[in-house]
């Protein structure tokens, strides 16, 4: 028995109207033309491209920052538009977001359990005692300890800082976490740390995620369906293993082909090949 659709998205569009100048002509910018795709609860989708293909803002609609121009959103069987009477503080809770950069993303000023009781003490009436308490269960949930807490985000590494943006995104009890390059300002060690705790939480609280990534080999670790997109379009959608064994676009194929692959017989062949260069 399949698992209920957290997510779906039906022929979404966003488009950007841009203004004419003294020496240009007004324009529209397609940035997404009428994507189709839906997650299950506990799934992941990633959502795979070169910069500028659309899957930024794609991202930004899915975490109800930006609308669509037309098409359909759905969270929970619900449609979702931004543009008419606003979201309701239970819908915002449902989706929450972990942003690329560990370094950008936390207040410097705001201690870390301030941080993480911050979107509490916004969003619920919990008493302030609850709210640390609640805090202080997620930090050793992704990790980190006690001694943490009065600390600030400076004192942290990249891969510390980024599992504290991930205490802070499930506060809420979301229901969908939509990671945008969550790993690609992380070392290669590191990145796997992070990735290992993204699955232990997606399996423990039964998380959905959408993963936006440019990186195959993280995406081959941690999805079950892969979309790849180019020029706003998605041009290939299905199956980790399928799409990885047999991609059908010739995009994806180039894309797939030009990411070096991390097994020994590759590192040889490209060692020899730099020694006959050399």
């Known amino acids: 028995m399949s698992e209920p659709i957290v997510l779906e998205g039906r022929n979404i569009v966003r488009d950007y109207h841009i203004p004419g100048g003294m020496f240009s002509s007004a324009r529209t910018v397609h940035a997404v033309k009428g994507v189709n795709f839906s997650v ?22 899915i975490t109800l920052i930006d609308p669509a121009t037309s098409g359909d959103l759905l969270i929970d069987g619900h449609k ?8 309701t503080t239970e819908m915002r809770r ?42 202080m269960a997620m930090l050793k949930k992704v990790g980190l300890q006690e001694i943490h807490f009065n600390r600030y985000p400076h004192m942290f590494s990249g891969g510390q800082r980024q599992r504290i943006a991930i205490a802070r995104a499930l506060m809420l009890n979301p229901s969908l976490l939509v990671l945008d390059e969550p790993v690609s300002a992380l070392d290669l060690s590191v990145q796997a740390q992070v990735l290992n705790l993204l699955a232990d939480l997606q399996d423990e609280f039964q998380l959905t995620y959408v993963f936006i990534s440019h990186d195959l080999s993280v995406v081959r ?57 050399a």
């Open 80 to 87: 979702i538009d931004i543009t008419k009477g606003g979201l």
């Open 94 to 135: 449902k989706v929450q977001i972990v942003f690329q950069n560990p370094y950008g993303s936390l207040n410097p000023r705001q201690k870390i359990g301030d941080v993480l009781a911050e979107p509490l003490l916004i969003n619920t009436n919990m008493p302030a005692s609850e709210r640390n308490e609640r805090a």
């Open 40 to 61: 299950e609860k506990g799934k992941t989708l990633a959502i795979v491209g070169e910069s500028g293909c659309g899957k930024s803002t794609l991202a930004r609609i």
């Open 221 to 277: 670790y941690i999805a079950d369906d892969v979309m790849v997109m180019y020029f706003g379009e998605a041009v290939e959608y299905g199956p980790r293993d399928e799409v990885f064994a047999n991609p059908q676009h010739a995009y994806t194929k180039s894309l797939f082909a030009a990411t070096p692959r991390a097994t020994v017989d590759s590192i040889k062949a490209r060692l020899a090949r730099k020694k006959v260069a």
